[in-house]
């Protein structure tokens, strides 16, 4: 499956907005650790009636927050009273029952017939209140058991006593489910495929299966609505292995989970009623993805992409009208609720949410995340200052740089280049080709952003690390454009912060993936060999692109302080009188430095080497410059003959550096950086003069 680019970015900042709203991993066990401690102190309270009580759901898994309201899940169950799989198991003076599951019993469905209290025999022909007999003879506890429950309630909710919170709408808790089961700590021999199961991600971990397998497992008092016998019938329940698996999941898997709730609440529960797709049902989605995904997925940038997984998932589900349990897959928790028309309409729902690219997010109102998400991915457009009007024209200037057969195509795209940064918000029904076009040059626009921000961030005294790490994503999101320029923004960066083994790894990298066919072919022509392989070789437009493609590397005025010191003089080669001449709606980008991005990799290289005093590796990248000048076709010769009159000078080849500026100005004797170079080289020679008299 395809992810779209801005996912990672995107995902980051939702798990930034899901902290703000209380879902932090400090927050999540706090949580957890208050709901344990409750559990405990009702189970003393209750020991008088020799009764156990465990909370359970989103509550005591801590998925849950403010604005979903959710309820509270008790189960109790009576500790004198045994649920036993064999007649071995039973001991004198002690209410117990077999546990049956025969041929006629649904999967994820037990019987569980009475026990003599003085023998271990079951009893038989025998009914009461309680006792009921099955097709067999055997007689089987009812399941009807609200005599049992010794609350005052409102309503019963099936096998559930619901306590509703009527008085105080704006508390975190709707209501209270209670629930009598029978606790059995015998595993279930229709679970057992869940103990040997084959797991190729080891989740779980075969510790805590052995965990869960000896919790034991309830019996819940209600039966399958299918079944002749569900009046005697009790369904199993796993809630103390499901909060155990819950409480493994990490960061980006609770987060996931809980907006996954948060899509059902507000896109399924209001139109298709509570009881059609539950957050259960989620849950059971979350536990088979995790199980046969590989963790390294599950990381904060891949959220969106993991969300997306799960709605897919239970879209197949709902088209196959089977959501097989988690520990029992035999049974198919949509019997008797998804079919006919709620399934075609749940599957349109499904795959108009899937079709959106996580757009339907931002009209979540849940605490609410829709309009905080909506403002995190906006924030970095906003946070830039009035310079950052030069990014649509820096964008289209890479447009004019590549072929003018599909320049048009991609002007239409770029028309709102400052809506680009946001494809959230941002909905394409144009052309799949022009689509990924538009993904490519997203990324070269994000590299202008992040490197405009880093600029921000250096020109002040104090850093600004947190400014830096922003910038860094963004540089990092448009490192993938193509094979070089946004890359080597990238490298520039961490050059600019001495950090020159990494930018060394980075430049390394490029050089190794720089094509013979990008070095040596015109612009025109890799477009032509774009367009066969895209139609001839089934290759996608974006994939092309990255492998084959090297633009041109821009620097705006607005990223001065994170552009080379070489370069900066390349935005102030037009002044007075023919910076007047300049037509601005053509010749904008004269204030800009822009170089030819091979030679732009050995200059970083010659740059790094010298950062870290590699003489030998130095003189190599300087050779590569001179090949580069004397072999290639590059069009930008000005820049390319400034820089390299840098990269002499500082290595002290001041005559050299000298007739190379002097060649420039010949071959562009108007806008060209190369005076301000040569009244450098001027100066530094009177002072050098000076300095000897």
Same mark, same amino acid.
């Given at each position: 499956?395809?992810?779209?680019?801005?996912?990672?970015?995107?995902?980051?900042?939702?798990?930034?907005?899901? #902290?703000?709203?209380?879902?932090?991993?400090?927050?999540?066990?706090?949580?957890?650790?208050?709901?344990?401690?409750?559990?405990?102190?009702?189970?003393?309270?209750?020991?008088?009636?020799?009764?156990?009580?465990?909370?359970?759901?989103?509550?005591?898994?801590?998925?849950?927050?403010?604005?979903?309201?959710?309820?509270?899940?008790?189960?109790?169950?009576?500790?004198?009273?045994?649920?036993?799989?064999?007649?071995?198991?039973?001991?004198?003076? =002690?209410?117990?029952?077999?546990?049956?599951?025969?041929?006629?019993?649904?999967?994820?469905?037990?019987?569980?017939?009475?026990?003599?209290?003085?023998? &271990?025999?079951?009893?038989?022909?025998?009914?009461?209140?309680?006792?009921?007999? #099955?097709?067999?003879?055997?007689?089987?506890?009812?399941?009807?058991?609200?005599?049992?429950?010794?609350?005052?309630?409102?309503?019963?909710?099936?096998?559930?006593?619901?306590?509703?919170?009527?008085?105080?709408?704006?508390?975190?808790?709707?209501?209270?489910?209670?629930?009598?089961?029978?606790?059995?700590?015998?595993? &279930? /021999?229709?679970?057992?495929?869940?103990?040997?199961?084959?797991?190729?991600?080891?989740?779980?971990?075969?510790?805590?299966?052995?965990?869960?397998?000896?919790?034991?497992?309830?019996?819940?008092?209600?039966?399958?609505?299918?079944?002749?016998?569900?009046?005697?019938?009790?369904?199993? !329940?796993?809630?103390?292995?499901?909060?155990?698996?819950? %409480?493994?999941?990490?960061?980006?898997?609770?987060? =996931?989970? $809980?907006?996954?709730?948060?899509?059902?609440?507000?896109?399924?529960?209001? +139109?298709?009623?509570?009881?059609?797709?539950?957050?259960?049902?989620?849950?059971?989605?979350?536990? /088979?993805?995790?199980?046969?995904?590989?963790?390294?997925?599950?990381?904060?940038?891949?959220?969106?992409?993991?969300?997306?997984?799960?709605?897919?998932?239970?879209?197949?589900?709902?088209?196959?009208?089977?959501?097989?349990?988690?520990?029992?897959?035999?049974?198919?928790?949509?019997?008797?609720?998804?079919?006919?028309?709620?399934?075609?309409?749940?599957?349109?729902?499904?795959?108009?949410?899937?079709?959106?690219?996580?757009?339907?997010?931002?009209?979540?109102?849940?605490?609410?995340?829709?309009?905080?998400?909506?403002?995190?991915?906006?924030?970095?457009?906003?946070?830039?200052?009035?310079?950052?009007?030069?990014?649509?024209?820096?964008?289209?200037?890479?447009?004019?740089?590549?072929?003018?057969?599909?320049?048009?195509?991609?002007?239409?795209?770029? +028309?709102?280049?400052?809506?680009?940064?946001?494809?959230?918000?941002?909905?394409?029904?144009?052309?799949?080709?022009?689509?990924?076009?538009?993904?490519?040059?997203?990324?070269?626009?994000?590299?202008?952003?992040?490197?405009?921000?880093?600029?921000?961030?250096?020109?002040?005294?104090?850093?600004?690390?947190?400014?830096?790490?922003?910038?860094?994503?963004?540089?990092?999101?448009?490192?993938?454009? #193509?094979?070089?320029?946004?890359?080597?923004?990238?490298?520039?960066?961490?050059?600019?912060?001495?950090?020159?083994?990494?930018?060394?790894?980075?430049?390394?990298?490029?050089?190794?993936?720089?094509?013979?066919?990008?070095?040596?072919?015109?612009?025109?022509?890799?477009?032509?060999?774009?367009?066969? +392989?895209? $139609?001839?070789?089934?290759? !996608?437009?974006?994939?092309?692109?990255?492998? /084959?493609?090297?633009? &041109?590397?821009?620097?705006?005025?607005?990223?001065?302080?994170?552009?080379?010191?070489?370069?900066?003089?390349?935005?102030?080669?037009?002044?007075?009188?023919?910076?007047?001449?300049?037509?601005?709606?053509?010749?904008?980008?004269?204030?800009?430095?822009?170089?030819? !991005?091979?030679?732009?990799?050995?200059?970083?290289?010659?740059?790094?080497?010298?950062?870290?005093?590699?003489?030998?590796?130095?003189?190599?990248?300087?050779?590569?410059?001179?090949?580069?000048?004397?072999?290639?076709?590059?069009?930008?010769?000005?820049?390319?003959?400034?820089?390299?009159?840098?990269?002499?000078?500082? #290595?002290?080849?001041?005559?050299?550096?000298?007739?190379?500026? !002097?060649?420039?100005?010949?071959?562009?004797?108007?806008?060209?950086?190369?005076? %301000?170079?040569?009244?450098?080289?001027?100066?530094?020679?009177?002072?050098?003069?000076?300095?000897?008299?």
């Amino acid at each position: 499956m395809e992810v779209p680019d801005y996912y990672d970015v995107v995902s980051v900042r939702l798990m930034k907005v899901l #902290d703000t709203i209380g879902l932090t991993e400090k927050g999540r066990w706090k949580r957890i650790e208050m709901w344990t401690q409750l559990e405990e102190l009702f189970t003393v309270a209750g020991l008088q009636n020799k009764e156990r009580v465990h909370f359970f759901g989103s509550q005591a898994e801590a998925t849950t927050t403010l604005g979903l309201r959710s309820d509270v899940d008790i189960v109790r169950h009576f500790i004198f009273i045994r649920a036993v799989d064999d007649l071995q198991s039973w001991e004198p003076d =002690c209410l117990a029952f077999l546990i049956i599951m025969d041929g006629i019993t649904p999967p994820g469905y037990v019987k569980l017939q009475k026990l003599y209290s003085d023998r &271990p025999f079951p009893v038989y022909n025998i009914q009461t209140d309680h006792l009921m007999l #099955d097709r067999n003879g055997r007689s089987c506890l009812s399941n009807n058991t609200r005599h049992m429950h010794m609350f005052t309630f409102d309503e019963y909710h099936g096998p559930a006593i619901t306590l509703t919170n009527k008085h105080n709408a704006s508390d975190e808790i709707q209501s209270v489910d209670i629930v009598t089961a029978f606790k059995s700590l015998s595993w &279930p /021999y229709t679970a057992l495929e869940w103990i040997t199961r084959h797991r190729e991600h080891n989740w779980p971990s075969q510790e805590t299966i052995s965990v869960i397998q000896q919790s034991g497992v309830f019996f819940v008092p209600i039966g399958h609505k299918l079944s002749h016998e569900r009046h005697i019938e009790l369904r199993i !329940s796993f809630s103390y292995g499901e909060k155990i698996l819950v %409480w493994q999941f990490n960061s980006t898997q609770f987060k =996931c989970y $809980v907006l996954l709730k948060m899509i059902n609440k507000y896109f399924f529960k209001k +139109r298709f009623g509570e009881n059609v797709l539950t957050s259960y049902h989620w849950k059971t989605c979350m536990f /088979y993805i995790i199980e046969t995904t590989p963790s390294v997925l599950w990381q904060p940038q891949n959220l969106l992409h993991c969300i997306e997984l799960c709605l897919m998932k239970m879209c197949t589900w709902i088209e196959e009208l089977n959501c097989p349990n988690y520990f029992i897959p035999a049974e198919n928790m949509f019997l008797d609720k998804v079919n006919g028309s709620v399934q075609r309409n749940l599957s349109n729902m499904l795959h108009n949410l899937i079709v959106q690219k996580g757009m339907y997010l931002t009209t979540i109102p849940y605490d609410g995340i829709g309009q905080k998400l909506n403002m995190a991915c906006q924030s970095p457009i906003t946070q830039i200052n009035d310079e950052i009007n030069y990014l649509p024209k820096a964008v289209c200037t890479v447009v004019r740089w590549t072929s003018k057969k599909i320049k048009e195509a991609w002007f239409t795209l770029l +028309r709102d280049g400052a809506q680009m940064i946001s494809p959230l918000f941002e909905r394409l029904s144009i052309h799949a080709v022009r689509q990924e076009m538009c993904s490519v040059l997203q990324r070269l626009y994000c590299s202008n952003i992040g490197s405009h921000l880093a600029s921000q961030c250096l020109k002040q005294q104090t850093i600004d690390q947190e400014g830096l790490d922003m910038a860094y994503e963004f540089l990092l999101l448009g490192s993938d454009s #193509d094979v070089a320029s946004g890359k080597l923004k990238l490298a520039t960066f961490f050059l600019l912060q001495n950090n020159g083994i990494l930018a060394e790894n980075i430049l390394q990298n490029i050089e190794e993936n720089y094509t013979f066919q990008v070095s040596k072919v015109a612009v025109e022509e890799v477009m032509d060999s774009t367009i066969h +392989r895209i $139609v001839n070789e089934n290759i !996608s437009t974006t994939d092309v692109v990255r492998y /084959y493609s090297a633009f &041109p590397v821009p620097y705006l005025p607005s990223e001065i302080h994170c552009t080379p010191k070489a370069l900066i003089p390349e935005m102030f080669r037009s002044t007075g009188s023919h910076h007047v001449s300049l037509n601005p709606d053509k010749d904008f980008w004269q204030s800009w430095a822009v170089v030819d !991005s091979k030679l732009y990799l050995y200059f970083l290289q010659h740059q790094c080497y010298h950062q870290q005093n590699k003489i030998t590796h130095k003189m190599v990248a300087l050779s590569n410059m001179i090949w580069v000048i004397l072999h290639e076709q590059l069009k930008y010769k000005d820049t390319t003959f400034n820089l390299l009159a840098f990269c002499l000078k500082e #290595d002290g080849f001041m005559v050299q550096s000298y007739r190379i500026l !002097s060649k420039s100005m010949k071959m562009k004797n108007h806008h060209n950086a190369a005076k %301000w170079q040569i009244a450098r080289l001027l100066n530094a020679a009177f002072k050098w003069l000076g300095g000897r008299h």
